[in-house]
């Protein structure tokens, strides 16, 4: 589990592992890094990468790793069950609690059922522990092709070791230490030790070194985020995160290489009769809305969507500020509304009501992850009719007449 601080608004839906750092995945469809600076107004994700850019994703799970792990997991566990076993019907379950009589029956020279509970509690689980980090060290990548700035093909492959393995050979080995521990040192009531005491101190401070730093550290201030109050993200497994991408690429989570196609290829005739209309004010429009082309490049209807919702938010807040420069800051769609609604003369209900209806389906799409072509087709003709009235009627303050 890690903790990420976020600025208020943003939102992770997955991440995944890969070294040297995590790799996230956002509600607005952002790839992002963590960038760890001392500002606490500025976003600590680094946004490298939109969904819209991607072309296609391959995925290549080991399935057979998995398998040995399982195996591996098998023979381990039978193992130390019949260790147990040898355990308790030579030295009786008395001997858990004081194993004087275990010790003292091992002997240097002669092998005894000493040596094999020991060869079977301790050393067998360690060497299958060697050969599952040697043989299984690396399991799952995910390749995800891009779009580049200059409209070349690129790719990048995002590598982690199988979660499974890593949990299973840890947790058998820590179990394999623990008896290995109470056997050879007198059993459980060693654990009263201080010398013990101590050492359990000690383990549990280097268990939760990173949350321990991370609640101790004065330079680095924590930035909430009012849907998760924690930050703390707990990474998925790199199938996992594939799954989450596929829901924001729109493609079927089955094949192995996954081509993507833009959902502008999918339009009906008039969406490039309303993308035209928008592009008409692209010298206007790409000053106040940055990315507002993710409108028409988005993947699939819900981010399609979601972006029309961000877009308008972002130009409303503009000619908020334009018309009244000194008011308190604001951060939705229905604040701007509201006062545009109160302070602007040039507002008509019809420009209203397709503000409202952004609204309405834009908080849909963006929660629930869905929305339909029509959903889509709805927004974006309301959105054209806003930018339209922005355009026609240039926002003025009204400050001084205010005063």
């Known amino acids: 589990m890690e903790k990420v601080p976020l600025l208020e608004g943003e939102e992770i839906v997955s991440s995944v592992w ?38 296609s994703l391959q995925l290549l799970v080991k399935t057979k790793n998995k398998l040995a792990n399982i195996l591996f997991l098998t023979m381990i566990l039978c193992s130390m069950a019949y260790a147990s076993y040898l355990f308790i019907s030579n030295f009786g379950i008395e001997s858990l609690v004081d194993s004087t009589t275990f010790v003292s029956t091992y002997d240097v020279e002669v092998y005894t059922v000493v040596d094999d509970i020991v060869l079977l509690w301790c050393f067998f689980p360690l060497s ?33 070791q199988s979660t499974d393995v890593t949990w299973t050979q840890n947790l058998l080995i820590i179990f394999s230490g623990f008896f290995y521990f109470i056997i050879n040192w007198g059993g459980f009531q060693v654990l009263i030790h201080p010398y013990a005491i101590i050492l359990g101190i000690l383990l549990f401070f280097y ?31 790199i199938s996992d995160f594939h799954s989450h991408l596929t829901i924001f690429l729109g493609i079927d989570d089955i094949e192995t290489l996954q081509n993507v196609s833009m959902m502008s290829s999918r339009m009906p005739p008039e969406f490039n009769q309303l993308k035209k ?28 969507c979601s972006a029309v919702r961000s877009s308008t938010e972002k130009l409303l807040s503009f000619r908020v500020k334009k018309i ?17 609604n109160k302070h602007d003369t040039s507002l008509s209900g019809n420009i209203l009501r397709d503000i409202d209806q952004i609204s309405v389906l834009g908080n849909s799409a963006v929660h629930n992850m869905e929305a339909s072509t029509s959903d889509y087709m709805s927004m974006l003709e309301k959105f054209v009719n806003v930018v339209d009235w922005h355009i026609s009627n240039p926002p003025t303050s009204i400050v001084n007449d205010d005063e």
Request: glycine residues 2%; positive net charge; hydrophobic residues 40%.
């Open 18 to 55: 890969c070294e040297p750092a995590p790799l996230f995945l956002t509600k607005k469809g952002w790839l992002a890094v963590a960038n760890n600076h001392n500002i606490p107004t500025l976003s600590r994700l680094h946004r490298v990468l939109h969904v819209n850019r991607i072309k």
């Open 128 to 160: 299958i522990f060697l050969v599952g980090s040697l043989l299984f060290k690396k399991n799952d990548k995910l390749t995800i092709t891009f779009l580049s700035e200059d409209e070349s093909e690129s790719h990048f492959t995002v590598k982690t």
């Open 207 to 237: 268990l939760k070194r990173e949350k321990i730093f991370t609640d101790l550290s004065i330079s680095r201030k924590k930035i909430k985020n009012a849907a998760d109050p924690g930050n703390e993200i707990i990474h998925d497994s």
């Open 277 to 304: 209309r928008v592009e008409s004010h692209d010298s206007i429009l790409s000053q106040i809305v940055v990315h507002y082309d993710h409108i028409f490049l988005s993947p699939t209807p819900w981010l399609s």
């Open 324 to 340: 009244l420069p000194k008011a308190p800051k604001n951060k939705n769609l229905s604040d701007f509304r509201n006062l545009l």
